[in-house]
């Protein structure tokens, strides 16, 4: 089945600068890959995703890339601010398969 | 809309006893998926059923089981619980992937389960 690796599994930046994560997966037939935010004692919602035929998608100061020929997909948040603090978890899915997650990221963003 | 409904909310059991978990999806929705969250873990997946039949399966001992109904509506259950077995469980609801674009998982609050 899936494998995803997610990287960092902490990552604190000031405030205002970007953050970066990034995840791998295993699959060449996964063809879809969301972005979960998981605020503390909240349950996981779906900031970003992005489909095999697209390579980068941005929602405001959120973007998610994808190298499918490299299997990684990665998501960047500019102009941090002290809301973005939580767990990040990156996921992939394929057609034939269930969603594999990431093992997260708690981001800190200090004011 | 209604989102996913999890209940109960909280659960306390002893070591051994067994317990059951209930999921709501999303009206429309007829895909399930559990999942264990665990500090450090992450989402571990449990198992993921559709059309009231178990399609896929994690890497879980055969004390957790899961069952689906035909309103979509879903079960999983823990037998001869372990300390181990606390966790978060959270389930989540998506339209099929195999006749839709739109494969957003939607998460319920969770149940979260202590063994004592």
């Known amino acids: 089945g899936e494998n995803v690796e997610q990287h960092p599994s902490t990552l604190s930046v000031q405030e205002g600068d970007s953050a970066v994560i990034k995840c791998t997966y295993s699959?060449?037939?996964?063809?879809?890959f969301p972005w979960y935010k998981q605020e503390l004692g909240k349950r996981p919602q779906l900031i970003i995703d992005?489909?095999?035929?697209?390579g980068e998608k941005k929602d405001q100061r959120i973007a998610v890339t994808l190298n499918k020929t490299a299997k990684h997909f990665s998501l960047h948040i500019t102009e941090t601010q002290p809301e973005d603090s939580a767990v990040y978890f990156c996921?992939?899915?394929?057609?034939?398969?269930?969603?594999?997650f990431g093992a997260g990221t708690r981001l800190t963003v200090k004011p | 809309k209604a989102g996913v409904t999890q209940t109960p909310r909280y659960l306390i059991k002893t070591r051994g006893q067994q317990v059951t978990l209930s999921c709501s999806p999303i009206?429309?929705?007829?895909?399930v998926s559990w999942y264990q969250q665990t500090p450090g873990q992450g989402l571990q997946f449990l198992f993921e059923?559709?059309?009231?039949?178990?399609?896929n399966k994690g890497n879980f001992p055969g004390r957790f089981s899961g069952r689906q109904f035909s309103n979509s509506r879903s079960e999983m259950n823990v037998s001869t619980l372990e300390l181990g077995d606390s966790a978060l469980y959270l389930c989540?609801?998506?339209?099929?992937?195999?006749?839709?674009?739109?494969?957003?998982?939607?998460f319920g609050q969770g149940t979260r389960l202590t063994v004592v």
């Open positions: 989540a609801s998506s339209l099929w992937r195999e006749t839709n674009m739109n494969t957003e998982a939607f």
């Open positions: 699959d060449s037939a996964s063809n879809y």
């Open positions: 992005i489909r095999s035929n697209v």
């Open positions: 996921a992939a899915r394929s057609f034939n398969n269930d969603m594999r």
């Open positions: 009206s429309g929705h007829r895909s």
């Open positions: 059923y559709f059309s009231e039949t178990q399609r």
